[in-house]
T-cell receptor, first 109, second 115 residues
Framework: TQLLEQSPQFLSIQEGENLTVYCNSS?????LQWYRQEPGEGPVLLVT?????EVKKLKRLTFQFGDARKDSSLHITAAQPGDTGLYLC?????????FGKGTSLLVTP | GAVVSQHPSWVICKSGTSVKIECRSL??????MFWYRQFPKQSLMLMAT?????????EQGVEKDKFLINHASLTLSTLTVTSAHPEDSSFYIC???????????FGPGTRLTVL
């Protein structure tokens, strides 16, 4: 059973387009994290959201935590080729961090 | 921020041999470290929790006799893949929590290829 469901699994868009990635669960979390991973490297933390309804912005990236703290979204405005990578949502379950399956994003010039 | 290193960054070995991967927290102490495995085009899957001073905790389906974990000190955990087979080829990543809370710092990963 997958604790965190991410969608879409793959996304290929052109430079300048907007996109949204979703992370859903039936469980309530005290916090949820978003990571970005490039091939051959470890994941890098982008943001942690902790409050239901919270919205955080990181340049062109906007992260939202659902009111019920069961879901989150990542919105990228005017995507650039440098945004290409694997985006992972993660949440602590028990004692360890569990990851969604990830969204592989390709932004072409 | 906190830094976690892994060594080696990549390794190629013959089937049947054992390979040791090191995970170090460079500027903080970690009583707990986590080991993940990631297959191509897939997400990170937790393998085990490395505990300083006690035995590692393995996730369901992970063979503890095949993946030996030793938390040698407060800054070092090692993962040894024993009698490696081609299906063990994967990207192995470690992480360590720092500063309390849910924040985990990840190593750069080790690419294992078993021929």
């Amino acid at each position: 059973t997958q604790l965190l469901e991410q969608s879409p699994q793959f996304l290929s868009i052109q430079e300048g387009e907007n996109l949204t990635v979703y992370c859903n669960s039936s469980s309530v979390f005290s916090s949820l994290q978003w990571y970005r991973q490039e091939p051959g490297e470890g994941p890098v933390l982008l943001v942690t959201v902790v409050t239901g309804g919270e919205v955080k912005k990181l340049k062109r990236l906007t992260f939202q935590f659902g009111d019920a703290r069961k879901d989150s979204s990542l919105h990228i405005t005017a995507a650039q080729p440098g945004d290409t990578g694997l985006y992972l949502c993660a949440a602590t379950w028990g004692y360890a961090l569990n990851f969604g399956k990830g969204t592989s994003l390709l932004v072409t010039p | 921020g906190a830094v976690v290193s892994q060594h080696p960054s990549w390794v190629i070995c013959k089937s049947g041999t054992s390979v040791k991967i090191e995970c170090r927290s460079l500027d903080f102490q970690a009583t707990t470290m986590f080991w993940y495995r990631q297959f191509p085009k897939q997400s990170l899957m937790l393998m085990a929790t490395s505990n300083e001073g006690s035995k590692a905790t393995y996730e369901q389906g992970v063979e503890k006799d095949k993946f030996l974990i030793n938390h040698a000190s407060l800054t070092l955990s090692t993962l040894t893949v024993t009698s490696a087979h081609p299906e063990d080829s994967s990207f192995y990543i470690c992480s360590a929590p720092s500063g309390g809370g849910d924040t985990q710092y990840f190593g750069p990963g080790t690419r294992l290829t078993v021929l």
